[in-house]
């Protein structure tokens, strides 16, 4: 298994950025890949953004692409999401997940381990 423990969250005005960190420990020889999902109040949880250990390939969901950018420290086993540009309806709680074999990268069910997550509020 592989634990999973996220930094970064917090209260942003709209416009302004956050850098999500998620610091990965145990079995981390064995990942295919890592991403951030979102969960707002009443809404499932929802693919953000992932990255493929081997090689960095990255996805984006459509509502953040040009705003978000997912990277990863492989000599430290962490993963990041730079926010810029940020909007009201960003607000949610932030999950880091990572993924141990090879899987559908946007769906939640493809992901073995997650982080307990960070908040993350944009004002108005």
């Known amino acids: 298994q592989v634990q999973l423990v996220e930094s970064g969250g917090g209260l942003v005005q709209a416009g302004g950025s956050l850098r999500l960190s998620c610091a990965a420990s145990?079995?981390?020889?064995?990942?295919?890949?890592m991403a951030w999902f979102r969960q707002a109040p009443g809404k499932g949880r929802e693919f953000v953004a992932a990255?493929?250990?081997?090689?960095?390939?990255?996805y984006y969901t459509d509502s953040v692409k040009g705003r978000f950018t997912i990277s990863r420290d492989v000599t430290k086993n962490t993963v990041f999401l730079q926010m810029n540009s940020l909007k009201p309806e960003d607000t949610a709680v932030y999950y880091c997940?990572?993924?141990?074999?090879?899987?559908?990268?946007?769906?939640?069910?493809?992901?073995?381990?997650w982080g307990q997550g960070t908040q993350v509020t944009v004002s108005s």
């Open positions: 990255i493929r250990w081997t090689g960095g390939r990255t």
């Open positions: 145990g079995r981390t020889f064995s990942l295919y890949a």
């Open positions: 997940a990572a993924a141990l074999a090879i899987t559908v990268i946007t769906t939640t069910s493809g992901y073995d381990s």
